[in-house]
């Protein structure tokens, strides 16, 4: 291939095969599709250079069986933006083909809409743009308190102030019920996309304080003074990270049928 060609976009879908609460999830069948094939798929629907990144060769020769693209990345990786990096970085020498832009999908997410990825990446328009990610408005009433669904605060041109897994901002003489109905909260959808030199940049940081207290890695880029830009989507992510979310997604596939 001709090492001077470019493609603006890429994604990567970083998948292991090893997890603490659901083993194998990638290969797991939502209908008479693997997980991971979903996630592709839908990939695929917004743009052309789709690579799953794994350490599992059960991963890779799935992928491979189905006709799509992967790499094998190590198994050291202590975060998926860490296993994009590594991966854009074989894809680069493999291909010749000069990537701008990186967009991190996440493989346990089978339904992300193709109009979610084009908000991300439309994010790019604007040239001074280093990573972007999408977060999501919280209806009134909705539960705001679940510390495993981050939240998000923003500043006037749209890019992340801080992520938390607490309740931000804390609303004053308000009962806790009337919060969302007090002030606008955004939840973190957890899809991003970066420069490629800027990804580079940032995996090569030292873990920063606010990352280690929430366990969020994208607190460490703040702390050290990139910007996040938002996109403002309207659907939720759904997410798979037990065998409890597997049967509720095949309810939901059942709809979508």
């Known amino acids: ?24 999830k990638p290969l797991v069948r939502i209908g008479n599709k693997t997980m991971i094939q979903r996630v592709y798929e839908q990939a695929r629907k917004s743009l052309e250079l789709v690579y799953v990144a794994t350490d599992d060769e059960r991963i890779f020769n799935a992928v491979k069986g189905f006709g799509g693209k992967a790499v094998m990345t190590s198994p050291d990786h202590f975060s998926g933006t860490d296993r994009c990096a ?107 996309a970066y420069r490629s030199e800027t990804l580079q940049k940032i995996t090569r940081l030292t873990r920063s304080p606010l990352e280690i207290a929430e366990s969020l890695e994208q607190n460490r880029w703040i702390e050290n003074g990139y910007r996040i830009r938002t996109a403002v989507t309207e659907w939720e992510s759904i997410g798979i990270d037990t065998p409890e979310d597997l049967e509720k997604a095949k309810l939901i596939l059942d709809q979508i049928i």
Request: aromatic share 10%.
């Open 86 to 192: 590594e991966a854009i970085d074989k894809i680069v020498a493999e291909t010749g083909v000069q990537i701008d832009i990186v967009v991190n999908m996440q493989g346990d997410e089978p339904f992300i809409r193709p109009e979610q990825l084009v908000l991300l990446m439309n994010c790019f328009n604007s040239g001074g743009v280093e990573l972007a990610t999408l977060i999501r408005e919280a209806v009134p009433g909705e539960d705001i308190f679940n510390p495993n669904q981050p939240k998000v605060i923003v500043n006037a041109l749209g890019d992340a102030i801080y992520f938390s897994r607490s309740v931000i901002p804390f609303i004053r003489d308000a009962d806790k019920n009337e919060w969302t109905m007090k002030h606008v909260f955004y939840k973190h959808i957890g899809l991003y």
């Open 1 to 24: 291939m001709n090492a001077r060609s470019v493609s603006r976009f890429a994604a990567i879908i970083p998948a292991r095969y090893s997890s603490s609460r659901f083993p194998g």
